[in-house]
């Protein structure tokens, strides 16, 4: 199947700080992406919907000023966790959707993000 | 009323067991469903897609019951490397995820 990629794989980091995660679809383009959050023992939540040359598209209660998302590329999808507390603490994932035959959502191996 | 629903287990069983998922969903106008895999602490990874006419993948079928808005999920001689959450997944216009149902397979 096709690939994504995230980076970081693990990141620490302090209370405040701002931290970045890219999501890459490897073999194919995606004009759509997604970003997921996924708390212990918890369902994979959908964020955003990350929309290529455009704004993504926020679900009901998450902050897009917090959660800063940009889809410059139909290759390149990134989330930014700006000003970071330990509330954010969790496991992001993002996916991307290949729009060939099949139409399927990749994911990639998810960002555990520990704010500290 | 949440939007899917899912046995959280754990379901504990021997190797060579058959074992059975079942999950409900909320929203009647879903289009497609879908069982993903999802390993400790990695990204979910799709089993399989699931039909009104049902399917079958080796020793895995899949069932969806569009009237009872159910699918269900049939694993036959469990394997150790079956030890996994598995995600019951809907998809409207976005995909929704169940909380899972965790399989543990023992010796």
């Known amino acids: 199947g096709a690939v994504v990629s995230q980076h970081p794989s693990r990141v620490i980091c302090k209370s405040g700080t701002s931290v970045k995660i890219e999501c890459r679809s490897l073999?194919?383009?995606?004009?759509?992406m997604f970003w997921y959050r996924q708390f212990p023992k918890k369902s994979l939540m959908l964020m955003a919907t990350?929309?290529?040359?455009?704004?993504?598209?926020?679900e009901q209660g998450v902050e897009k000023d917090k959660f800063l998302i940009n889809h410059a590329s139909l290759t390149l999808s990134t989330l930014t966790v700006t000003s970071a507390h330990p509330e954010d603490s969790s496991f992001y994932i993002c996916s991307a959707r290949d729009e060939g035959e099949f139409n399927e959502q990749f994911f990639g191996p998810g960002t555990r993000l520990t704010v500290l | 009323r949440k939007e899917v629903e899912q046995d959280p287990g754990p379901f504990n069983v021997p190797e060579g067991a058959t074992v059975a998922f079942n999950c409900t969903y909320s929203n009647s106008a879903s289009q497609s469903f879908f069982w993903y895999r999802q390993d400790c602490r990695k990204e979910p990874k799709l089993l399989m897609s699931?039909?009104?006419s049902g399917n079958e993948d080796g020793r895995f079928t899949a069932q969806l019951n569009r009237a009872s808005q159910y699918i269900s999920l049939l694993i036959r001689d469990s394997k150790l490397s079956d030890s996994a959450t598995y995600l019951c997944v809907v998809n409207y216009s976005t995909l929704t995820f169940g909380k899972g149902t965790m399989l543990l397979v023992s010796p």
């Open positions: 073999d194919f383009q995606a004009t759509t």
């Open positions: 699931v039909y009104s």
């Open positions: 990350s929309n290529e040359g455009s704004k993504a598209t926020y």
